[in-house]
């Protein structure tokens, strides 16, 4: 490890995510190492990679007492209330979200929960209508094109128009146009599950072991994302002690949220994200992990 980090380390507020998930890493890599006599070693391209959406966050292949393989493929969040999954491919017309790839059913879900919330339609038509006033009053839908399909005379005409819109005559990272602010939704849950269930079966299709297991963890405490009933019980059970917990329970919110923006486009970059993004908070069934 890079220095004596510990699980408290976890748990401070001074500290950023991409720190958080890396001293995760150590600590996970520290246990399963102790745990299986330096055997364990850290998955193929599965290293930390900071703000990276790649999945899975980190992850590791152990060998099991009995000499079987497994791998294990972690998602890590440094917040209680944390992003699982943002959907960045949709519009906003005649008062409804359209996801662009229909087949994408987290998508869907995604927009089908914006349609569900009237403050969601409010905040998109109020920022429709700010474009149709500020930009051109021929702009009829929210969308990553909105302001590529509008005639200007020239680059200054352009730019002075996106700034009238955005608010502001200088961007700055992360800014944006709110549409929806932090909004409790009930099927939070099944859209993250959805979105998770398919990366998380893309990533197991690729490795060679006996058994692939799912987890989650958030700040110093763990999850199974699914509990796969052909995979024997012992098996949780070691490799819950190999982690440093002493069982695993399945990761289930109860609570999550939805929220939505435009990311304000810059003069390097005059397409604006679209963002929607659903957050869950963590079930009070987690266990602490403990370094070994």
């Known amino acids: 490890m890079t220095r004596d980090v510990t699980t408290d380390d976890l748990n401070r507020n001074d500290l950023s995510a991409i720190r958080k998930e890396k001293i995760a890493y150590e600590l996970v890599l520290h246990n399963l190492r102790t745990s299986t006599g330096g055997k364990a070693k850290t998955g193929t391209r599965m290293i930390p990679a900071g703000s990276s959406a790649k999945f899975p966050d980190f992850g590791f292949r152990v060998p099991l007492a009995d000499g079987k393989i497994v791998y ?9 209330l944390a992003p699982f999954g ?4 949709w519009s906003y017309k005649n008062n409804t979200f359209v996801a662009v790839d229909q087949t994408d059913v ?3 879900l995604t927009m089908e929960a914006l349609n569900n919330i009237q403050a969601a339609k409010q905040g998109a038509q109020v920022q429709l209508e700010r474009a149709k006033k500020y930009v051109n009053s021929s702009v009829s839908t929210l969308s ?7 005639s200007y005379k020239n680059d200054k005409d352009k730019w002075e128009r996106i700034f009238r819109f955005i608010g502001s005559k200088q961007q700055r990272q992360g800014d944006s146009l709110q ?3 932090a909004t409790e939704y009930p099927s939070a849950f099944s859209i993250a599950e959805n979105r998770y269930k398919a990366k998380f079966d893309e990533a197991a299709r690729s490795l060679r072991a006996d058994y692939v297991i799912g ?3 958030v700040l110093d405490e763990l999850w199974i994302w699914f509990k796969d ?4 019980d012992s098996v949780y059970k070691e490799v819950a002690k190999a982690l440093g917990t002493d069982e695993l329970q ?6 999550g949220v939805v929220e939505a923006r435009l990311a304000v486009p810059s003069k390097t970059k005059d397409r604006p994200d679209m963002i929607a993004t659903v957050r869950l908070q963590k079930p009070s069934n987690g266990q602490r992990i403990r370094k070994l």
């Open 144 to 150: 990553r094109d909105m302001l590529q399909d509008v």
């Open 215 to 217: 987890l989650v963890m």
């Open 72 to 80: 294990l493929l972690f998602e890590y969040k440094a917040e209680s």
């Open 250 to 255: 399945q990761f289930s919110a109860r609570k």
């Open 86 to 89: 943002s959907s960045r491919r």
């Open 229 to 232: 009933r052909s995979i024997p």
């Open 106 to 108: 987290s998508e869907v």
């Open 179 to 181: 549409i929806l602010n």
